[in-house]
């Protein structure tokens, strides 16, 4: 028991005290310059980076959708345009067409016309130009008639029948 | 852990407990044998030893005016060097040694300081041993020339100093050579009363057969723990101050290897050793500094907080290690009362208008008791520090009795049992209680150093703290 009066570990000796002062404020001195804060200044950055890149992602994920929405809301006007487009332009080509027919009767119906008007206009030049002829031949016929000096009536009456037998409309 | 490795475990510390006790078996008979070499070592020296004493006594020897005892040095010094050396013991002042197993001191003896490095008893490795006595100046000198053997008691004696137990003692009674190296035999001690009714423990060294009374270090605890100051300081780099050392450089080594590794790469994952300090790095910070001390100011004291918490981590990890000398640094009571003394300075320099106010004149109670609470606090400041200075040492100090008393009961059982079979039946229940010991160590050193951080973190807190009223 004589150990426990002379409990050596807890007696305070002074080297021990001097050197364990000393190493302790080496080590603090040391550590804290070359080890303790260059690290926890690494650890708060590579933090305060982790945060702003998930900051950063985050943005950049709203950015998107708001593009997105954007993109959809633009293409849903584009459709409607184009469907507005095509219907106008059903609409143009069937007034076109319907535009084009009725011009194209009315022009025809005036070629009818235009033909009736000359056919008419022919016809009675055709006539006038027959009745020019007709009294041309008839006063051909007549003087043929009068020089032969009227010889006999029959001789007469056949000339006038073949005369007659001649003229032949058309 | 997996069954194989349990079992690889267990045959390996029975080989271990089996070394141990042929080591005890042979400590027995080995104090003779020491005695025996350490003789040959004597005449090998003899010339050297016998000069030195002679240039000692013309030049040194004589500055203080300690004449008389000077001359009687001089004639023991050539009496020793002609025939002393198998008269050390000449009355059977040694002869007396039980070679019982004594628990108690060899706990003490292995949780204690000393000035040698002992790993188990095959290994000794010598440590710069710096001594300083008033009268008669420094001495700087490889504890080896002490030449110890078992138990790491000497048996040589160094310019007038001794090993007993791994430690430097100084002989203060006159007629002991105190100069050069000489032979002597065993130690003894005795058990009087001081003046104050207290028992007091007084050793000797056997040399020629005569008892000289030895001075054990000074020690600044004016008595209370049985020291006091006496006729010589040691600052050696004993194995406290030399594990110290070697933990100190190896945690800056690490923490230097995974601060390079944030300069090189600042945001790649950690890995390896990296990775393991930042959990416990990230965990002191975010758990202790921040909570206690606040987001704003913590920086200015992570590296005080993280210092205390690695060193006292890393020095109570390294007493764990088995057969690296089970040094006790955290668990001695000069180490953490310096760094109580650190956390006393650093929280009472820090502390605010607020903090002083608290405890000198509280706010907010009746002015009559303002004195009161004022005489609280006050012998709060000195508590607070006192109580982590005890913590940590006794927790530390007890871990280290509670696995050598595990231990030694292989060779308890060897005593009551006898002989190889009683070590054996020890051994068999020394090992699990052992493990488990040594387990729950591991935890301990790691609550204790948390305990204490988080603490003086608490402290500083207190001390900084901005109050609203």
Known sequence: MAFLISFTPFQPTFGLAFWSLLIFLLFWGLMAKYAFRPIAEALKKREHDIQSSMDEAKLARQEMSNLKAENDKLAAVAREERTALLNEAKQQRDKMIADAKDQAKAEASKIMQTAQTEIEAQKIAAKQSLKAEVGTMALDIAEQVIRKDLKNDSAQVDLVNSLVSNIKLN | ?469
């Open chain 2, 1 to 469: 852990m997996t069954l194989p490795n349990v079992r690889y475990l267990t045959a390996f510390l029975i080989i271990i407990a089996l070394v141990i006790t042929s080591l005890n078996l042979d400590g027995q008979h080995s104090r003779t044998k020491d005695l025996e070499s350490a003789t040959k070592h004597e005449l090998n020296h003899d010339h050297d030893g016998h000069d030195h004493s002679h240039d000692g006594h013309d030049h040194s020897g004589h500055h203080h005016g300690d004449s008389h005892k000077g001359h009687g040095n001089q004639h023991d010094a050539h009496a020793g060097h002609n025939h002393g050396h198998n008269v050390a013991d000449q009355h059977g002042l040694c002869a007396h040694h039980d070679t019982e197993y004594d628990p108690t001191g060899t706990a003490i003896h292995h949780i204690s300081d000393g000035n040698i490095y002992s790993i188990l008893e095959a290994i000794r490795i010598p440590l710069p041993t710096f001594l300083y006595a008033p009268d008669s100046g420094w001495e700087f000198f490889m504890s080896s020339k002490f030449k110890a053997g078992h138990h790491e008691d000497g048996h040589m004696s160094h310019n007038g100093y001794v090993m007993h137990h791994g430690s430097a003692y100084r002989v203060v009674d006159p007629g002991f050579p105190m100069e050069g190296n000489h032979l002597h035999a065993c130690f003894t001690h005795k058990t009087s009363l001081d003046e104050k009714g207290k028992e007091k423990v007084t050793n000797y060294v056997v040399y020629k057969g005569k008892e000289y009374q030895l001075d054990a270090r000074s020690t600044f605890d004016g008595g209370l723990l049985g020291g006091g100051i006496t006729s010589f300081y040691d600052f050696s780099i004993s194995k406290n101050v030399l594990s110290m050392i070697l933990v100190a450089l190896l945690l800056f080594f690490l923490f230097r290897k995974a601060a390079k590794a944030y300069q090189r790469n600042p945001n790649a994952a950690p890995s390896g050793i990296q990775n393991l300090l930042e959990t416990v790095f990230m965990f002191i910070r975010d758990e202790v500094a921040i909570p206690f001390i606040g987001e704003k100011k913590y920086m200015k004291f992570l590296p005080f907080l993280m210092s205390l918490f690695f060193f006292i981590l890393g020095l109570n990890l390294w007493g764990q290690v088995p057969f690296l000398g089970s040094t006790n640094v955290t668990g001695n009571l000069t180490f953490t009362m310096i760094l109580a003394v650190i956390v006393f300075i650093v929280v009472n320099i820090n502390g605010n208008k607020d903090y002083w106010k608290h405890i000198f004149w509280m706010p907010g109670v009746p002015v009559f008791v303002k004195p009161v609470l004022a005489a609280v606090e006050g012998l709060g400041l000195l508590i607070k520090p006192l109580t982590l200075m005890l913590r940590l040492a006794g927790n530390i100090s007890a871990g280290h009795i509670a696995i050598l008393s595990f231990i030694g009961l292989i060779f308890i059982f060897g005593d009551i049992f006898g002989g190889l079979s009683g070590n054996i039946a020890g051994t068999a229940m020394s090992i699990p209680l052992t493990m488990f010991m040594m387990a729950l160590e591991i935890i301990v050193a790691f609550v204790q150093a948390f305990v204490f951080t988080i603490l003086t973190a608490s402290y500083i807190g207190a001390a900084t703290e901005e109050h609203h009223h």
